[in-house]
């Protein structure tokens, strides 16, 4: 299991950006998958989950009507289209799957992690 993202980086309060996540290493339409953040000194916190028929979507309220998640299957990738993006948005983005993967154990699998800062 790969997650690779990508597309963070210095946007200004108001701004937006728009994060992909490109998986490998197992078939990407049979999962659920979600973007996570973390701030320094901050727990790690779900922003967004897409049900494997994208068919099932949740955001938390501090990003509700902001964020979107969105997935390509023909692309084995998942987007984060995030809009209005404020202060408080700063933080590291992960991508996330949670499954065995022939293993004897369920788990999360993360990305490396992108880095979005909203700053004037």
């Known amino acids: 299991v790969q997650l690779v993202e990508s597309g963070g980086g210095l946007v200004q309060p108001g701004g937006s950006l728009r994060l992909s996540c490109v998986a490998s290493g197992f078939t990407f339409s049979n999962y659920a998958m979600s973007w996570y953040r973390q701030a320094p000194g901050k727990e790690r916190e779900m922003v967004a989950a897409?049900?494997?028929?994208?068919?099932?979507?949740n955001y938390p309220d501090s990003v509700k009507g902001r964020f979107a998640i969105s997935s390509d299957n023909a692309k084995n990738t998942v987007y984060l289209q995030m809009n209005s993006l404020k202060p408080e948005d700063m933080a590291v983005y992960y991508c996330c799957v949670r499954g065995s993967f022939g293993s004897a154990y369920v788990r999360d699998y993360w990305g490396q992690g992108t880095q979005v800062t909203v700053s004037s």
């Open positions: 897409i049900s494997s028929t994208g068919g099932v979507i």
